[in-house]
């Protein structure tokens, strides 16, 4: 079964740091898209970072781009986003998902959020960011 399962939300103040924890099971992350979405109260979904399969490369929306690092540890089969700089408006409900692949394609999410589809989602983490 393909479970994606986040971790690390928490809040934090103005300028501070956050690292969230995506743990996939059930696919390799080899041949899959994974990446983190945010959505804030009252907004729609963005994108914020995806990691393309076949190593093809990390996008990163331009909200956070400088700000926030995705990296992947095969090993346990998990992803990370690191937050550094955080913002009031960074506060949002961060997800994990993935779409498995069976051909590679050149991006997941775009400069603007915006973002192509992703087949599954974990359930969420919190992220408060606050003075």
């Known amino acids: 079964q393909l479970q994606l399962v986040e971790s690390g939300g928490g809040l934090v103040r103005p300028g501070g740091s956050l690292r969230l924890s995506c743990v996939a099971s059930?696919?390799?992350?080899?041949?899959?898209?994974i990446g983190w979405f945010r959505q804030a109260p009252g907004k729609l979904r963005e994108g914020v970072s995806c990691?393309?399969?076949?190593?093809?490369?990390?996008n990163y929306a331009d909200s956070v781009k400088g700000r926030f690092t995705m990296s992947r540890d095969s090993t346990k089969n998990t992803v990370y986003l690191q937050m550094n700089n955080l913002k009031p408006g960074d506060t949002a409900v961060y997800y994990c998902?993935?779409?498995?692949?069976?051909?590679?394609?050149?991006?997941?999410?775009?400069?603007?959020?915006?973002?192509?589809?992703?087949?599954?989602w974990g359930k969420g983490t919190p992220v408060t960011v606050s003075s």
């Open positions: 998902a993935a779409d498995p692949r069976t051909s590679p394609r050149t991006m997941c999410v775009m400069p603007s959020g915006n973002y192509y589809g992703m087949d599954y």
């Open positions: 059930g696919f390799s992350l080899d041949v899959t898209d």
């Open positions: 990691m393309l399969s076949r190593g093809g490369g990390i």
